[in-house]
């Protein structure tokens, strides 16, 4: 019964931050968003597995872990950088010696 409260209150959770997230006034906010979703899904995950006594479900619940935060680290890099490259590209600098 517990666990069944729990994942019903995770869900009511998930529901409030899918609001934030196309609600957010910032990419960043919707960023953060993203990412409190994904950590709720881990927990949602894990407790429905442990609801329908199911353990090989967090197995599940920590490669969707990793993939979030493999995910949210990439979408931060591709919005400061505007590319998912190596290395930012640095901008060149005028040589001093050439302009006298």
């Known amino acids: ?7 019903i209150t995770i869900f009511v959770c998930m529901v409030m931050i899918m609001i934030r997230l196309f609600a957010g006034p910032t990419l960043y ?10 950590t709720c899904t881990v927990l949602f995950i894990g407790t429905v597995g442990l609801l329908f006594g199911r353990p090989d479900f967090l197995d ?13 680290i990439a979408v931060l890099k591709f919005f400061r950088y505007r590319r998912i490259g190596d290395a930012p590209e640095i901008p060149e600098t005028p040589d001093i010696e050439a302009s006298q």
């Open 60 to 72: 599940i619940a920590l490669l969707y872990a990793l993939i979030n935060f493999v995910g949210t």
């Open 29 to 38: 906010d919707r960023v953060l968003s993203l990412n409190t979703f994904g």
């Open 1 to 7: 019964m517990m666990f069944a409260f729990i994942t």
